[in-house]
Structures are given as C-alpha cells and as structure tokens.
C-alpha cells in the first residue's frame, strides 16, 4: 500500500452534515495506534470556532490552542480566491498544517463543508483533493444520507471515489453517514460503509431547545435537560387525543393555560406508558399553579419550559435545531463512535491508514484498547447496583459501544423509573430481581453446600442469596455470567467477601489482590496492592508481584516488576526490609522470565538518574512498571498521593488471584470509571474463558 501515511483527510460530498460521528470514529482508531494525536481543519468559520475541532480537541487531551488547528477562515480564503491568490491560500493552509504535523505523529483533518469559492461540488471536491495530496493524506469520502434514497447515496458514493482518485487522491475507504435502513452499498475498489440514522446522535437536547427557543426552564434539573428530543407533538386537542399521539422522547409543545394536558402528558410518563423528553408551554402563558404543584408531586423528573411564541412557530423553530456530538454531552459521542464501531471494520480501516504505531503506551492509547478488546470477544457482565444513576448511564454507553452485555440486579419497577427519569436507553441489557428470580433457589442449595461446614443452611442461604453482590457472584460462579462489578454504593468487604466465600483464589495462588492502573500523562503503570491486603508477608508478596506483572502483561504493559522498600539493594537493614527482600528472591524462584528488582525505592524504581546512581546496572531500576508495595498502608496512600498530586488517573482496583473475574468500584467512580472497569473485566473473563 504505500508509504506510512501520517494523517487521514475526511471530505464531505455535498453540503449536508454527518462528518463529526466519521471523524470522532478515525480519531478513536488512531488514538489506540498512537500517543498523540492532531486535529485539522483548512477552512473554518469567521470568529474561528469550530464545533468538530472543539470536540476533537477536549476529548482526545490535544494540548495544541483551537486557534493552530486551522488554515484560513472562509471568508479570508474568499477574498484571496476573489483576488486571484489561489495558490497563496493553499501554501498558507500547508504551512499551517505542518506546524501541526510537527507536533503530532496522526491527525484527522476534516475538509471543508461545501462553502468555499462557489460552493460547486466539483470545485469543493477539487480543492480538498489538493489539499489531501499536498498533506500527503489518505482520504476517505463520506456521503450525508439524511433524506435521501438509497440509490442517491449509492451513486454520490461511487461519483466520489472516482473523482478523488482522478484528482490523484489516495482513497482508502468510502462511508455513507446516516443512511436509511436496508441499504446496498456500490461495490468500489476500496471498502464502502454504511451508517445508519442514529436519532439520539443527531437529536438536540432538551437544553439546546431551550437555548435556540430561548425558553424560560419552569422546572427541570441539568438531568432532565439533558433528555433527547426524537420527535414533536402539539397538544391542541382533549386528553384522549393527546394520549393516543404520544410516543417516546416525544416533546409536548402545548399551550400554557391547557393544564389538562400538561397534567395528562406528566401522568402518562410516571405511569411507564410513554418515556416523554418534556414539554414547551407557549404564548408565554404560565401554568395554573395547582397544575404545576400536581405535576411536581408526581416526580415526573420531566423538564416544564415556557416560550413567548405560539405552537406553530415554536415546532417551525424547534424543527430546525440540530444537536451534534460535543464534549458537553458525552451520551451524544459515545452513540455516535457506537454506531460508526458497528457498521465499519474497524480493523481492516486501521490496516488501511497504516500510521506507525507508538511504542509506548499513554493513557487514551490504553483507555481505547479497552474497549477495543472488550469489544472483541464480548462478555455478560453483572452489575448489582442496578438503580444507581451512574451504572445506568454506564450501561447505556457500554451497550452502545458493545463493549460487553450487561445484566443489571435490581427491581425491574424502580430500574424502569430511574430509566424513564434519566432519560438513558438500556437496550436489551437484562434486568433481574435476585427476590423472585428462579435462580434464588438453585443459588441457596450451591451457597449453603459451599459454606456448609460453616453451618450455612438451605434456610439461611436463601436470604444470604438475595442480597444483591451475593447473587451476582453466584451468577458468575454458575456461568449465568462471566463477571461482576460492583461497588458504586457497597463498600470493598460487600463486593470481595462474597468472591471470596464462593469463587475463591486460583490454585497455586496464596492470596487474592489488587492493582490500580494509573494513568500519567505520559505513560500507565500498575501498582499492587493498594486495596485489599494490609501487611502481606514475603510469600503472600511474592504471589502479589507475580499476579500484578501478569495483570501489566495481560493488559499490553512490559511487567518490569519493582519490589518497594525504604531502602535500595542492600544499603539498609530490618525487618521491613528483609521481608522485600525475601519476596523478590520468591518471585526469581518462582518466575525466572520477569525482570524484578529488590528492596528498591520509588525514586530509583522510576527515575533513570536516580537509578543511574543507585543500581547502574539493573534492568528494572529507571525503568519500572509494576511496582509493589510491602503494605497496604504504604501502597493506598501513595496511589491517592500520585492519583491527586500528579493529575493521574487511577483506574481500579481490579481483583487478581480469584478463580473468576470480580472487580470493585470506588463510591466515588465516575461513569468512565464504570466503563473502563467492566472493559477490565470482560477482558479479565475472556482471557480466562481461552486458558
């Protein structure tokens, strides 16, 4: 295929958008292959904003300003094209483009949106030809299918391959962004892509409504706000009527003074018959205030706004809005990179752009390949924490990304309101009550033979089983899933002691642990254990430092295992000391391939100076990247040390040692927290599943 190419070039064909789900799906390809990657775009607007720059830039970490990543604004290119000065907009747009380059080993360059000169097709596809030759870009063609028949995507598709190629581009790959559904893609020299229509990518929220009517918010939490906007109905009949149009995320645009409707609409939603986004009261009418007290009562959760303008003009005006994928709703990113994830293969593309992959690993690179193996080999996870706000939205982004299938624990009543009030999709994620689940019984009798010689009963065992991190472990020892995650509410002892009592360690291993993946700004490293074991003794050590490099090994990090101590090779004494000692002369025994070094000091662990200093010839001093510490103490306080003096990200704790994968989650995790430990334990239980 040709030389290394250092950048792909994404064009439209056609005016139309679309572009942002192809180049947030190339940007996430290239951040798994490369420790940094750029963002360009030739032309933007007049005051140099650009919303794809902006979210390409907040979430791939670009420390370059917005203000490099762009050649000329239109309205500059317009008047040097109008002046005769062709060439100089071009040698100014490539000039600007290598400052980028020489900063970044990948970038995704984003063409023109069909504005430039006189906004002709040919002429647009002409000049971001000539820039992707000039950049030396491989280029892949997109074509926006919003609206049109599968017969006019198909032949823009093909019309643009071959024009790109006559213009002397170097096409890699075509793609249709929001396609009707079935749809036959022409057949072209390189792979063609079809994207279907993803509502909830292209849906503006019930905010950017508010913004764009500027409505006044009634009621409404940043929660409710964030709700997306699938579809419009005008209340203007009686209740009956209003009910039967009703349908889900629906906005109700009605009159302010219809408190019939209002109430209707609000009691429709609690009820679970339909799951509205909101509703607009217009003519700048407010409600009747009993109304309003009713609907609160009812905790609908649904945002109430008011707008001057009449039905009609608020649905023209609301029609027009168009929401995009931005950092601000990430509901909104995730969807689109799920849906581009599902309709592309994202191996055979990665193949095709060919950039040289880094050789380190950075955080985004690590946090990507997560999810791309999870992917790979899916696996059912359980979440016992079904209700909690942040495992819903999780689920929703790990459905949406096929990162893993989800069973959630929970009453299916209150997981259905929670849903409905948060506005998420579950899919077809599983909802099981462990109370009536049939599983109970047959989980009681395996628990209560488990733990018989403790003088655990069938009685007993059955209410033992309903608790919820019980009856999730029990699904995983029975195969009706291949790992859990828990610890959102529950403290560590409620998620562990269950693994613990019914799953227990892997033969050979002493000791169940933990490590913490922590995420620096320019590299990952493991630390073990932080979590659940608090003074080890030198064989429980030993089995930690070799479960940890294995862990490194499993997840793409080179194990260079350093054994912590306050002291370097033999330059102090104590017990302390000794016990390090003994464990690293363990782990040699026991692992003669792994590169360990020990009793060593964090500073000479990971500062090749210091090393130089303290054991010039070492293979691990300088150079660590698993690092053990000989007691719990030592190890939580410095991983919360480096974790909020450094800015690192600290993903875990994830469990090692156990016969099967059960991981654990900070009260504190985020919902990318979440996500990126069930990819840790898909990948756990898939790597199992293949020994």
Request: with cysteine.
């Amino acid at each position: 295929m040709g030389a290394v190419a250092r950048s792909v070039y994404l064009t439209g064909v056609g005016s139309g958008g679309g572009k942002s789900t192809v180049a947030l799906g190339l940007a996430e390809l290239l951040s798994r292959q490369v420790e940094r990657i750029g963002a360009f775009r030739p032309l933007v607007t007049g005051d140099g904003t650009d919303p794809i720059l902006a979210l390409l830039t907040e979430r791939y970490r670009m420390d370059l300003p917005v203000d490099e990543l762009y050649g000329a604004t239109y309205a500059e290119a317009s008047a040097l094209v109008a002046d005769g000065r062709r060439e100089e907009l071009i040698s100014r747009i490539v000039t600007r483009y290598r400052e980028v380059e020489r900063r970044c080993p990948a970038i995704v360059v984003v063409g023109s949106d069909f504005a430039y000169g006189d906004g002709t097709g040919p002429r647009e596809l002409a000049f971001n030809a000539r820039l992707a030759t000039e950049f030396s870009s491989v280029v892949v063609p997109v074509v926006d299918g919003f609206g049109q028949t599968p017969e006019t995507i198909a032949a823009a598709l093909r019309g643009a391959y071959h024009d790109l190629v006559d213009l002397g581009a170097t096409v890699i790959a075509g793609l249709a962004n929001r396609v009707p559904e079935p749809m036959t893609l022409p057949e072209l020299p390189v792979p063609a892509y079809a994207i279907p229509e993803v509502p909830t990518v292209s849906a503006p929220t019930v905010a950017e409504v508010a913004a764009a009517l500027r409505g006044t918010v009634l009621t409404g939490d940043e929660t409710a706000l964030d709700r997306d906007v699938l579809d419009y109905v005008v209340g203007a009949a009686h209740v009956p009527t209003l009910l039967d149009h009703l349908t889900d995320g629906a906005l109700v645009i009605t009159p302010g003074d219809r408190a019939d409707l209002l109430v209707a609409a609000g009691a429709a939603h609690v009820a679970g018959q339909v799951s509205l986004a909101g509703l607009v009261l217009t003519l700048g009418e407010q409600p009747d205030p009993r109304a309003m007290r009713l609907v609160e009562r009812m905790n609908t959760g649904l945002p109430v706004l008011s707008v001057p303008s009449d039905s009609y003009d608020t649905v023209s005006a609301s029609s027009r809005i168009e929401g995009r994928p931005s950092t601000a709703n990430p509901r909104k990113v995730e969807a689109a990179l799920g849906a581009f994830e599902r309709c592309v293969d994202t191996d055979d593309l990665a193949r095709r752009l060919r950039v040289s992959r880094s050789a380190r690993v950075t955080p985004l690179m690590f946090e990507n390949d997560l999810i791309d193996r999870a992917r790979a080999q899916r696996r059912r996870l359980v979440l016992p924490e079904g209700a909690d706000e942040r495992i819903l939205r999780a689920t929703e982004v790990l459905l949406r990304r096929s990162v893993a299938e989800i069973t959630l624990l929970g009453r299916p009543d209150e997981i259905a309101r929670r849903t409905r009030e948060l506005g998420v999709d579950l899919g077809d994620a599983q909802v099981v009550d462990p109370a009536t689940s049939p599983w109970r019984d047959e989980f009681a009798q395996a628990y209560a033979q488990l733990r018989a010689h403790r003088g655990v009963t069938v009685e007993l065992a059955h209410d033992i089983v309903a608790q919820p991190n019980y009856f999730g472990t029990m699904m995983v020892q029975t195969g009706h899933a291949d790992g859990m995650v828990s610890g959102a509410t529950h403290t560590t002892a409620a998620t562990i002691r269950p693994a613990f009592e019914i799953i227990r360690t892997v033969p050979g291993v002493s000791v169940a642990s933990s490590v913490f993946f922590m995420l620096l700004a320019d590299r990952v490293l493991v630390y073990g254990d932080c979590a659940v074991n608090p003074d080890p003794d030198a064989d429980q050590l030993a089995d930690i430092a070799i479960s940890s490099a294995d862990t490194a090994a499993r997840f793409g990090i080179e194990p260079r295992v350093a054994m912590l101590s306050y002291s370097t090779g033999s330059s102090g004494a104590g017990a302390d000391v000794e016990k390090v000692a003994a464990a690293t002369k363990l782990v040699r025994e026991r692992r003669p391939d792994l590169l360990v070094e020990g009793p060593i000091q964090y500073d000479a662990a990971i500062d090749p100076q210091v090393a130089a200093t303290k054991l010039p010839d070492s293979p691990v001093a300088g150079r660590a990247t698993v690092f053990i510490f000989p007691d719990l103490n030592t190890g939580n306080n410095t991983y919360k040390a480096v974790q909020r003096s450094a800015g690192a990200v600290a993903v875990g704790p994830v469990m090692q040692g156990l016969r099967r994968p059960v991981n654990d989650l900070s009260r504190g995790a985020t919902v990318p927290d979440i996500v990126n430990t069930v990819a840790i334990t898909a990948i756990q239980a898939a790597a199992e599943a293949s020994e």
